[in-house]
């Protein structure tokens, strides 16, 4: 309690200056911090409310440096993809350079004829390159001064039956009272597998007597996993278990007690079986001739030779479509054929007389009217060889016998003298070098390649590569249920980070760029690859449009809710500033008013004056 004493038109004028200097402190803050709310005490409504929006924009603006971290990963990604986009055009190009080449090496070879001469066979064998083993061209035919073994077909070359499984089907399906089946497979060996099998009306379906017929068959071990019953269009049938020479047969007979009914009834249809192949030695050199290699008698000619490569025999085409097996060099040797039955009889039926399994026409042959093969029929020979086809090509280059190797890798032939250098079938060798073009841009290849993995990866943002199959997850809300994620997927959605493997660009050979075919290929390949990277480019494309768009709306919400904000808090300086100045007037006028309250008191002092 103040022992001061005011009177009331002081203390109230007092008063009012004391309530004038708050309201002025009250707008000097407003003025200061431009808020006319700043504390809950202010507007609690507007105060809090503000804090929520306030949050929230402090919230979403947190998550645009990770959204503008996306923006830059997929970019860098997008940058990426286009750099080996541009990579696979190059290779593109790369590839249509090999094709346009046509650069293969070549060599002119003069004929030996005195070398070669006809007092034995000589051949001018090819190898390497893009050749498959050792191709072999005769250089001649030999003398009569030598004795050449040789043995012909008695008629002329049919190729293998295309493989095939041997059935024997009956009529439709009836119940029997009892009867006895016998059914026998005969080899092409005339080896002859039989298992006996008894029917009777247990058996009352189809299906029960096929149980019971391989039934018998599993416990055989004769026909077990040979034949095997099966039904076909409601008939029983009986088949090999495979492709094989052969034929079924089946005894079927009705006890004399029992109902005429028999098992198969009348035999709907039968078929003989075939491997597809004929499978034969020559002199104990195996050789095998299929329907797939060799369909016609100059392919039977290539695909035994290249079997009897290492042999002292060859095949050669005996006129009038017969196939026939000789010495290479004439020693008199005697040529034996052996096989089953199947294969020799229906490949050879050669000399009277002969069987299987034995030398069939074994007694050698003198020949007559050697000669020395011409540049001409020497370059009909090598280019009509179809192991030779698309790999090595010969012309007539003025009387001299010019070899070009189509390939990449070096060719060898063998029969070129060492001193001479000409063509005379003796042991010497040359070379005839590889299409170093070609070969160059198969590393050119290579190297761009090698870069596409390297661009790959090097396309990372922040520790993210997305071609590298790493996953981005960019949130869009400050309560994290909008996202998006964001990686390296396939068709199917599985993830498939970006490489020279996944796009089916393989590491090439040199010998990938001898065939123009293989080049097409490659090409194709390639068109496919660039599929795959456009493909994914667009998906990050419009990934990076998802997220920029987002971005751009999470900017326009935190403006808004930062308005929405000051809207509730913010002050109005023109009005605070107008209150100012009224309470600055109204201070002034408390002020007058109190020093004319005061003059009142100071009547006093006038009487002791």
Same mark, same amino acid.
């Given at each position: 309690?103040?022992?001061?004493?005011?009177?009331?038109?002081?203390?109230q004028?007092?008063?009012?200056?004391?309530?004038?200097?708050r309201l002025?402190?009250i707008?000097?803050?407003?003025?200061a911090t431009?808020k006319?709310?700043?504390?809950?005490?202010?507007?609690p409504?507007?105060?809090f409310?503000a804090?929520?929006?306030?949050?929230?924009?402090?919230d979403?603006?947190?998550?645009?440096?990770?959204?503008?971290?996306g923006?830059?990963?997929?970019?860098?990604a997008?940058?990426g993809?286009?750099?080996?986009?541009? %990579?696979i055009?190059?290779?593109?190009s790369?590839l249509?350079?090999?094709?346009?080449?046509?650069?293969?090496?070549?060599?002119?070879?003069?004929?030996?004829?005195?070398?070669?001469?006809?007092?034995g066979?000589k051949?001018?064998?090819i190898?390497?390159g893009?050749?498959?083993?050792?191709?072999?061209?005769?250089?001649?035919?030999?003398?009569?001064?030598?004795?050449?073994s040789?043995?012909?077909?008695?008629?002329?070359?049919a190729?293998?039956?295309?493989?095939?499984?041997?059935l024997?089907?009956?009529?439709?399906?009836?119940?029997?009272t009892?009867a006895?089946?016998?059914?026998s497979?005969?080899?092409g060996?005339?080896?002859t597998?039989?298992v006996?099998?008894?029917?009777?009306?247990?058996e009352?379906t189809?299906q029960?007597?096929i149980d019971?017929?391989?039934a018998?068959?599993?416990?055989?071990?004769?026909?077990?996993?040979?034949?095997?019953?099966?039904?076909n269009?409601?008939?029983?049938?009986?088949?090999?278990?495979?492709?094989?020479?052969?034929?079924?047969?089946?005894?079927d007979t009705?006890?004399?007690?029992?109902?005429?009914v028999?098992?198969?009834?009348?035999?709907?249809?039968?078929?003989?079986?075939?491997?597809?192949q004929?499978?034969?030695g020559?002199?104990?050199?195996?050789?095998?001739?299929?329907?797939?290699?060799?369909?016609?008698?100059t392919?039977?000619?290539?695909?035994?030779?290249l079997?009897?490569a290492?042999?002292?025999?060859e095949?050669?085409?005996a006129g009038?479509?017969?196939?026939?097996?000789?010495?290479?060099?004439?020693?008199?040797?005697t040529?034996?054929v052996?096989?089953?039955?199947?294969?020799?009889?229906?490949?050879t039926?050669?000399?009277?007389?002969?069987?299987?399994?034995s030398?069939?026409?074994s007694?050698?042959?003198?020949?007559s009217?050697?000669?020395?093969?011409t540049?001409d029929?020497?370059?009909?020979a090598?280019n009509a060889n179809?192991?030779?086809?698309n790999?090595?090509t010969? %012309?007539?280059d003025?009387?001299?016998l010019r070899l070009?190797?189509m390939s990449?890798?070096?060719l060898?032939?063998?029969?070129?003298g060492?001193? =001479?250098?000409?063509?005379d079938g003796?042991?010497?060798?040359?070379t005839?070098?590889?299409?170093?073009?070609?070969?160059?841009?198969?590393k050119?290849f290579?190297?761009l390649?090698?870069q596409?993995?390297?661009?790959?990866?090097?396309?990372?943002?922040?520790?993210?590569?997305?071609?590298?199959?790493?996953?981005?997850?960019?949130?869009f809300?400050?309560t994290?249920?909008?996202?998006?994620?964001i990686?390296a997927?396939?068709?199917?959605?599985?993830?498939?980070?970006?490489?020279?493997?996944n796009l089916?660009?393989?590491?090439l050979?040199?010998?990938?760029f001898?065939?123009?075919?293989?080049?097409?290929?490659l090409?194709d390949?390639?068109?496919?690859?660039?599929?795959?990277?456009?493909s994914q480019?667009?998906?990050?494309?419009?990934n990076? =449009?998802?997220?920029?768009?987002?971005t751009?709306?999470?900017?326009?919400?935190?403006?808004?809710l930062?308005?929405g =904000?000051?809207?509730?808090v913010?002050?109005?300086?023109?009005?605070e500033g107008?209150?100012?100045l009224a309470?600055q007037?109204?201070?002034?006028l408390?002020?007058t008013?109190?020093?004319?309250?005061?003059?009142?008191?100071?009547?006093?002092?006038r009487?002791?004056g």
């Open positions: 309690m103040s022992d001061i004493v005011l009177t009331a038109g002081v203390r004028n007092l008063l009012a200056l004391q309530n004038t200097a002025m402190g707008t000097q803050n407003r003025l431009g006319a709310v700043n504390t809950a005490l202010d507007n409504v507007n105060f409310t804090a929520g929006l306030q949050s929230r924009a402090n979403l603006n947190s998550l645009l440096d990770a959204m503008s971290n923006v830059k990963t997929l970019e860098a997008s940058n993809t286009t750099s080996i986009t541009k %990579t055009e190059a290779m593109k790369t249509q350079q090999a094709r346009q080449d046509k650069s293969f090496k070549s060599k002119s070879y003069i004929v030996d004829t005195t070398t070669i001469g006809t007092a066979t051949q001018l064998q190898s390497g893009s050749v498959t083993g050792t191709v072999s061209i005769d250089l001649n035919t030999a003398g009569i001064g030598g004795t050449q040789s043995i012909v077909t008695g008629s002329a070359y190729a293998p039956t295309t493989a095939r499984a041997a024997y089907t009956g009529s439709t399906f009836a119940v029997v009892a006895a089946i016998t059914i497979f005969t080899t060996n005339n080896v597998a039989t006996a099998v008894t029917l009777d009306t247990t009352g189809l029960e007597q019971k017929i391989n018998a068959i599993l416990l055989d071990s004769d026909t077990n996993g040979v034949i095997k019953a099966q039904s269009g409601g008939k029983l049938e009986i088949t090999t278990v495979g492709n094989a020479d052969g034929a079924i047969t089946v005894a009705v006890p004399a007690s029992g109902a005429a028999k098992v198969f009834g009348a035999v709907a249809g039968t078929q003989s079986g075939s491997d597809g004929y499978v034969f020559v002199n104990g050199t195996s050789v095998t001739l299929s329907s797939v290699d060799s369909p016609s008698l392919t039977a000619i290539n695909t035994a030779n079997q009897l290492s042999a002292a025999f095949a050669y085409d009038t479509g017969k196939l026939g097996f000789r010495e290479k060099i004439a020693n008199g040797t040529i034996t052996t096989g089953t039955t199947t294969d020799v009889a229906l490949l039926a050669v000399g009277a007389g002969s069987t299987a399994n030398a069939i026409g007694a050698p042959t003198a020949s009217g050697g000669a020395v093969k540049v029929e020497l370059v009909a090598i179809v192991s030779l086809q790999r090595v010969a %012309t007539n003025n009387g001299q070009t190797n990449t890798a070096n060898t032939l063998t029969g070129v060492s001193v =001479s250098g000409k063509i003796t042991v010497g060798t040359a005839i070098n590889g299409n170093d073009v070609r070969q160059n841009l198969v050119q290579n190297d390649r090698d596409l993995d390297k661009t790959a990866d090097d396309s990372s943002f922040g520790g993210v590569n997305l071609l590298r199959g790493d996953q981005l997850k960019i949130t809300n400050e994290g249920t909008s996202t998006l994620l990686q997927k396939d068709q199917n959605g599985n993830v498939r980070p970006i490489s020279a493997a089916n660009i393989s590491f050979l040199n010998s990938d001898n065939f123009d075919a293989n080049i097409d290929s090409l390949g390639l068109t496919q690859s660039l599929n795959i990277i456009r480019a667009s998906t990050f494309g419009s990076l =449009s998802v997220v920029q768009n987002r751009e709306f999470t900017k326009q919400m935190i403006s808004t930062e308005t =904000s000051d809207g509730l913010l002050a109005d300086t023109n009005e107008a209150n100012m309470l007037t109204r201070q002034q408390s002020t008013a109190l020093s004319l309250a005061n003059q009142a008191s100071q009547a006093v002092l009487l002791f």
